[in-house]
C-alpha cells in the first residue's frame, strides 16, 4: 500500500506549498482513510476541466469502510440518497445499491 502520507507531504511541500495551511489538519493523522485522501486530492488538484473530472470519476473505487463513512455521514447529517451523492460526488444508483448491501 502506497504511504499516502509521505506522498501528499512531497506533492504540497513541492508544489502547492500554498495549500499546506489547508492540507496540515488531514496530514497530521496517524492514518490517512480513503474520505482523507479523496479530501486532499479535492484540495490540491481543484480540477475546473469537466473531462478530467468526468474521467476520474469513472476510475473511483472505494473499500468497504469508506462506503460505511459515507453512508454514516449520510444518517449524521439527515441527507437523501440525491444529497449524499452530490457531496461526494458519486451516482444515486451507487448510493442506493451500497444502502442494500451495508444496512446500517
Do not use: G
Amino acid at each position: 500500500m502506497p504511504n499516502y502520507k509521505k506522498l501528499y507531504t512531497d506533492i504540497i511541500s513541492h508544489k502547492n506549498p500554498e495549500k499546506w495551511e489547508e492540507c496540515s489538519f488531514i496530514l497530521a493523522k496517524e492514518e490517512l482513510t480513503t474520505l482523507d485522501i479523496i479530501n486532499l486530492n479535492e484540495i490540491i488538484f481543484n480540477d475546473t476541466d469537466k473531462e478530467v473530472t468526468r474521467f476520474n470519476q469513472q476510475h473511483k473505487s472505494y473499500d468497504k469502510n469508506a462506503i460505511i463513512d459515507m453512508l454514516m455521514h449520510q444518517q449524521v447529517n439527515k441527507l437523501n440518497n440525491t444529497q449524499l451523492a452530490t457531496h461526494f460526488k458519486l451516482s444515486r444508483n451507487s448510493v442506493a445499491k451500497w444502502k442494500k448491501e451495508y444496512t446500517l
